[in-house]
């Protein structure tokens, strides 16, 4: 089943920074990045989904960016949003693909990507 995505703009008080189920990175500085999005804006917006439980939006992908434009004083956010119906298997795998073309994970990263993808899948 293909996930269900929409784009919009999101103010970054609707966005919970520390609900964590999706991250796949740790440990990283947003010294480079802070200054790439002060220089030429977002290249890339996160990607939400909205919990109905919590009320807020929860981020799948973009952890890093959304500190770096809260940092930078950014009061909202281009976005792109899952369909709150997707399953969280789909999220995190969606999650875990988007960063692999693009980095190299640390042992902290890969312990964390091996337990959540066996939470997921037998």
Do not use: Q
């Amino acid at each position: 089943m293909a996930l269900k995505i929409r784009s919009t703009s999101v103010s970054l008080k609707e966005i919970s920074k520390e609900e964590m189920s999706f991250v796949v990175t740790a440990g990283r500085s947003i010294k480079s990045l802070k200054t790439s999005i002060a220089k030429i804006g977002l290249a890339a917006p996160p990607y939400l989904v909205f919990s109905e439980a919590d009320g807020c939006y929860r981020i799948v992908c973009g952890f890093l960016r959304i500190k770096a434009v809260t940092e930078l004083g950014w009061t909202e956010v281009p976005a792109m949003i899952f369909d709150s119906k997707s399953e969280e298997a789909e999220l995190f795998l969606f999650s875990f693909f988007e960063n692999l073309p693009h980095r190299t994970f640390n042992p902290v990263e890969k312990a964390n990507i091996a337990e959540r993808l066996l939470e997921y899948f037998s």
